[in-house]
């Protein structure tokens, strides 16, 4: 099962790098971190409080963490297929363009990529070790304010359109938030 999500994110990579060169060109307004300074930081965190051992040993929690892990990723690619050449980096604004996506996983959630990623790392946590869940959580506070500069950012390009489809929208988990 371990080699399933090695597999997936690595296949997961792969898409990103390839999907990225039909994106449109977009630049990122002033510095912001990059998320992988915060993974760094919660991988590091994790090696030197070594709190015992967190792997996960029951199989059926495992092949529910499988499951989890292959939907968040399902979630991922069908957001990123429907932003098409409208994808970008984390609070890029884009040269040409852009367009308001509200189809496929956008009728739900604003922001699915990000929640497809979190799902997925649960799905790890359930396969592997509960030490991924500290990931998570370093992964959720970076996407929550990533979320929210790309929301100031969407309201100024689509004054007429964005807060309507915030209202009827949640941020990361449909019906709840």
Avoid: Q
Wanted: charged share 15%; net charge positive.
């Amino acid at each position: 099962m371990r080699l399933v999500i090695y597999v997936g994110w690595a296949a997961l990579g792969l898409y990103w790098l390839v999907a990225a060169g039909w994106a449109k060109a977009g630049s990122r307004p002033g510095r912001r971190p990059f998320p992988g300074v915060f993974l760094l930081a919660a991988f590091v965190l994790v090696r030197i409080l070594r709190v015992g051992d967190l792997t996960v040993h029951s199989t059926v929690v495992r092949v529910i963490g499988v499951a989890v892990f292959l939907s968040g990723l399902g979630v991922c690619v069908w957001a990123r297929i429907y932003l098409g050449r409208n994808w970008g980096m984390p609070m890029t604004r884009k040269e040409e363009e852009p367009e308001l996506v509200t189809s496929g996983p956008y009728r739900f959630i604003r922001h699915p990529i990000y929640s497809g990623l979190l799902l997925a790392v649960l799905g790890t946590a359930l396969t592997i070790s509960l030490y991924a869940l500290l990931v998570g959580v370093v992964m959720s506070g970076y996407f929550v304010y990533s979320a929210r500069v790309e929301e100031r950012l969407m309201t100024e390009l689509f004054p007429a359109d964005y807060p309507g489809y915030r209202i009827r929208t949640k941020m990361l988990i449909p019906f709840v938030l």
